[in-house]
């Protein structure tokens, strides 16, 4: 009973003990009654809504909704991701079950918004550069660097790639040269951390590969060496992706008019500045420096990005990024040594995942995390 006084505390809740093996937890503004369930497995907690004005005694089970969640000792830092995906109505107690190591998933995708808000655990302090998508809006990006904040004193750059940087060349290059120099001052500033790169979609696959590529020109070879050596993870959101006319175009009206790339078509107006930045597209893609682009970013993931463990999340559903052309980038990055993990939903949007399923988001991160910091 020591372990649900002392999850309850963890979770923010006033706890009293009417008897050996039963107690009242009041959560949010909810009263429960919690005990150690002999009929669930070892550790498990069990959690009854109970109105606040009723006795223990005229409690009624069949009546209220009811969840739990693991509590084992190596658990309780989940114990919030966990809690959020076994709410179940009626009577019976929701269940979890975790796929084979080293990232398990929860097991139900309901978003629950009464928990507080969703966190990445780290098990150590790093650096995160996040690295958005192509024309990201500053209101969208920050939510996933507060997510990175939230759990702690992390290093946390924000990179906002624009139209322009990512479509021309000479552009991504200069905005590369200054965000190395960003977090080299990183480096500098605070040395012996390990750093973990969050990317999201096509564009800040493109962005981070420029980045790569002009890191071997740092002088300094100290700082040349950390920017390399101390990245311990890379998590790739919502791609990365072929590039074609139709991709582009889409992610061009997208960006501009801040409207998910899978509505674009069933509307008019949307819809006709769609077909002509989908013409402006195929001719703009046959220019000699597109082709020259594309090749330095290949040679920039193929051979000098660093070789540590990648988690990759993705969906069914996005209209942008087609899953098989994750998975079959997944397979190359497997072809070079790398650690691949990956995670996809099946019907959440582009740059859509934490949006749709902040909690369970957030618990791949955690998992990803603890897995590739393990030996920092």
């Not at 009723?54 to 409690?59: M, V």
């Amino acid at each position: 009973m020591r372990r649900s006084v002392h999850l309850a505390q963890r979770l923010g809740c006033s706890f009293h003990q009417p008897g050996v093996d039963v107690a009242q937890v009041t959560f949010n503004g909810v009263s429960f009654r919690a005990s150690l369930a002999p009929a669930c497995p070892q550790n498990a907690i069990q959690f009854r809504q109970a109105s606040s004005n009723s006795s223990p005694q005229a409690y009624d089970p069949s009546s209220t909704p009811s969840f739990s969640f693991q509590a084992t000792p190596t658990s309780l830092g989940q114990a919030a991701f966990l809690s959020q995906n076994t709410l179940s109505s009626g009577s019976g107690i929701a269940s979890t079950s975790h796929p084979a190591q080293p990232f398990p998933s929860s097991p139900s995708q309901a978003p629950y918004t009464a928990l507080s808000p969703p966190a990445i655990i780290s098990p150590t302090l790093c650096r995160v550069v996040v690295i958005g998508w192509m024309g990201c809006k500053r209101k969208y990006l920050r939510k996933y660097s507060n997510l990175w904040l939230r759990s702690g004193d992390h290093e946390v750059l924000s990179i906002r790639p624009t139209v322009p940087m990512t479509l021309f060349r000479w552009r991504g290059i200069v905005t590369a040269a200054t965000d190395i120099d960003r977090v080299a001052c990183m480096h500098i500033e605070n040395g012996g951390m390990p750093t973990i790169y969050h990317i999201f979609s096509t564009g800040g696959f493109i962005h981070a590969a420029t980045m790569w590529k002009w890191m071997y020109q740092v002088e300094d070879i100290f700082i040349r060496k950390s920017l390399i050596d101390e990245v311990k993870g890379i998590i790739f959101d919502s791609g990365p992706a072929k590039v074609t006319e139709d991709m582009v175009a889409k992610a061009i009206v997208s960006a501009t008019l801040d409207t998910p790339a899978h509505v674009l078509e069933s509307r008019p107006v949307q819809g006709r500045l769609l077909s002509a930045a989908h013409s402006a597209a195929s001719w703009y893609m046959q220019k000699k420096h597109i082709r020259r682009r594309e090749e330095e970013v290949h040679e920039a993931w193929y051979e000098m990005a660093p070789v540590c463990p990648q988690l990759y999340l993705y969906s069914t559903s996005d209209t942008l990024a087609n899953p098989s052309d994750v998975e079959r980038y997944m397979q190359i990055q497997a072809s070079r040594g790398v650690e691949v993990s990956s995670h996809k939903w099946q019907d959440s949007g582009h740059c859509e995942h934490f949006r749709r399923y902040p909690h369970d988001y957030a618990f791949q991160v955690s998992q990803f995390a603890k897995h590739a910091l393990r030996d920092w």
